[in-house]
């Protein structure tokens, strides 16, 4: 018996959520496991009512699950950062999900910026470092506001934090087994005191992996060969800042943000797993959003959990309905509504 904490959150999550739920509770009829979920009003409404966002003792009840199901964060009348401070971030840091793990996979039948790039080009995965880097928010204002004004924001690195997050990447791509190459994403050139960390780390932990092939590539060059060359790529990985901003171009080549899911990983502990597509406010209550990228989440929940085949299941369902029923994954376009799409994929479950 999974117990599974539900955090729809803002503007369109609680309707991919409700998706992601459908076809969850699909998979379980079909691949025979349990679950129970709680829902949890964490988010823009309930910050605005209360003041309040996520506090420790919601944390301390977290912990009693399996798995957190993440719908959105973000209001428009929620002043930006104070909910992805105070809810995603809190949440990553507190609960130590040191992996930030973001497949990028172009399905059939989904239209691909990239010109001649196809579904068997675009298969690569991203692990980003989760807790550290400039997101710990180490630095300070003094002078503000005036011509003077002095602005520090330090990157934090430790040992035991680029270890872990490298020795994952190392562990992933043997278990993909597919080019058993691991590309680090860095800039050692310039930043020569906390990438050199990560450098020497890679390599010495990459002496324990004989059979995977070691790559470099500084995190301007890894987004030009993201566009030109895509199928070069098997695993990354990469530093939280860093990470952050190759996986959103990770998700324009796959096909855009209806379709990419992620997960915020403690192998140790709780995970929690969303859509990266943010809350979408001018779509809310339409019935228009693209719900692919919660049901992919849903799916990753699973792999995590240990249903491997009810995970594969879900994937091998989105790209049949992506091959074979979408006309498009924008809002709006899809040729269904959003909880169309849901009976979709749940009809091409076959449960």
Not at 13 to 19: I, K, L
Not at 295 to 309: K, N, P, R, S, V
């Amino acid at each position: 018996m999974y117990k599974i904490a539900v955090v729809p959150g803002d503007g369109t999550g609680p309707e991919v959520v409700a998706e992601g739920l459908k076809v969850l509770a699909a998979a379980a009829a079909k691949f025979n496991f349990k679950y129970e979920t709680k829902h949890y009003e964490f988010g823009g409404n309930r910050y605005l009512a209360t003041g309040k966002i996520i506090d420790d003792q919601d944390i301390a009840e977290l912990r009693n699950y399996d798995a957190i199901y993440l719908g959105a964060v973000g209001h428009p009348d929620v002043a930006p950062g104070i909910l992805e401070k105070g809810l995603l971030l809190k949440l990553r840091f507190d609960l130590d999900q040191y992996i930030n793990l973001r497949p990028v996979k172009l399905y059939p039948g989904v239209d691909c910026p990239l010109k001649n790039k196809g579904p068997e080009d675009i298969d690569f995965i991203v692990v980003r470092e989760n807790t550290e880097d400039m997101y710990v928010g180490t630095g300070g204002n003094m002078k503000k506001g005036t011509p003077d004004e002095v602005a520090i924001q330090t990157s934090i690195n430790t040992r035991k934090g680029v270890e872990r997050c490298i020795r994952y990447a190392f562990e992933l791509t043997r278990k993909r087994n597919k080019k058993k190459q691991l590309t680090l994403c860095a800039k050692t050139n310039v930043l020569t005191y906390a990438h050199d960390l990560w450098w020497r780390t890679f390599n010495e932990v990459g002496e324990e992996y004989p059979d995977i092939k070691r790559d470099y590539a500084h995190v301007d060059a890894t987004c030009m060969w993201m566009v030109k060359n895509p199928e070069f790529f098997d695993v990354i990985v990469t530093t939280n800042m860093f990470g952050d901003i190759i996986t959103d171009l990770g998700a324009m080549i796959q096909g855009g943000m209806g379709i990419a899911a992620g997960g915020n990983i403690n192998p140790e502990g709780l995970s929690m797993f969303e859509p990266i597509g943010g809350s979408a406010p001018k779509y809310t209550g339409k019935n228009v959003i693209n719900p692919l990228a919660a049901i992919c989440a849903a799916g990753m929940m699973l792999d995590t959990l240990g249903e491997e085949a009810a995970a594969d299941a879900i994937e091998q369902a989105v790209m049949y309905v992506t091959a074979n029923k979408l006309k498009s994954l924008s809002a709006g376009k899809m040729g269904y509504s959003t909880s169309e799409v849901g009976d979709l994929v749940v009809e091409a479950l076959g449960a």
